[in-house]
């Protein structure tokens, strides 16, 4: 079982630059998320999707834009990248319902911006 | 505001009983969360707690108190795998999770 699959595992970008972090899960789940983790710091939800072809923004979703064109996909982009965006980011996904329990990571992306 | 809060770091003793605790502030509760995670990996899925009271599964335990805003993680006779960082999770009254900053264990020999 694939899970959740995060590309690309590993990312340099030089400021200003744009790239696009693919998450996608083979679990029918309607919930997925996007998290970056800096130290010292919790998980921070950038966006996240309740179903295909919706998206909401979350408690930092400045500087990034997501898509959810397919149940099993969600895309998050980063248009002009800035030193501020490293981070190492994680995609999660989840059944839909009140009491569903467990959130499913990705491996996570590693993102360093020059 | 939310909040969620644990200690940033313990050490214990292999063999050894620890307990991590965590208290939280939120718009709403519908679920309490413990995922571990290793240096470098993803957070993988620990316990869920939605009613008061003691769930154990194995080694961990995990309580909780809503009225008390309160948890913990009990984690018994301890192994260096154990090293990692435990994280506390509150679910919100909009299905959304608030995250705690983590809590770094240290197992000692």
């Known amino acids: 079982n694939a899970g959740v699959t995060q590309t690309p595992k590993f990312r340099v970008l030089k400021t200003g630059q744009s790239m696009t972090l693919l998450c996608a899960q083979d679990m029918n789940h309607e919930y997925m998320y996007w998290y970056r983790q800096d130290p010292g710091m919790g998980l921070r939800l950038i966006h996240y999707s309740v179903g295909e072809g919706t998206t909401a923004k979350g408690e930092v979703p400045d500087g990034y834009n997501v898509s959810r064109l397919k149940k099993q996909n969600f895309l998050l982009g980063l248009e002009s990248a800035a030193p501020s965006q490293t981070s190492v980011y994680f995609c999660?996904?989840?059944?839909?319902?009140?009491?569903?329990?467990?959130?499913?990571f990705g491996e996570g992306s590693r993102l360093t911006v020059l | 505001g939310q909040n969620i809060d644990q200690p940033t770091e313990m050490t214990a003793t292999e063999g050894a009983i620890v307990q991590i605790n965590c208290t939280y502030q939120?718009?709403?509760?519908?679920?309490l969360f413990w995922y571990q995670q290793h240096a470098g990996e993803a957070p993988t899925f620990l316990s869920y707690n939605v009613l008061d009271g003691l769930e154990e599964k194995g080694r961990f335990s995990s309580f909780l108190s809503r009225s008390k805003g309160y948890s913990y993680l009990l984690l018994k006779e301890l192994q260096m795998k154990d090293s990692a960082s435990y994280l506390c999770?509150?679910?919100?009254?909009?299905?959304?999770?608030?995250w705690g900053a983590g809590t770094k264990l240290i197992i000692k020999p």
């Open positions: 939120t718009s709403g509760f519908n679920g």
């Open positions: 999660a996904s989840r059944t839909s319902g009140l009491h569903t329990g467990e959130l499913f």
């Open positions: 999770a509150v679910e919100d009254s909009n299905y959304q999770l608030i």
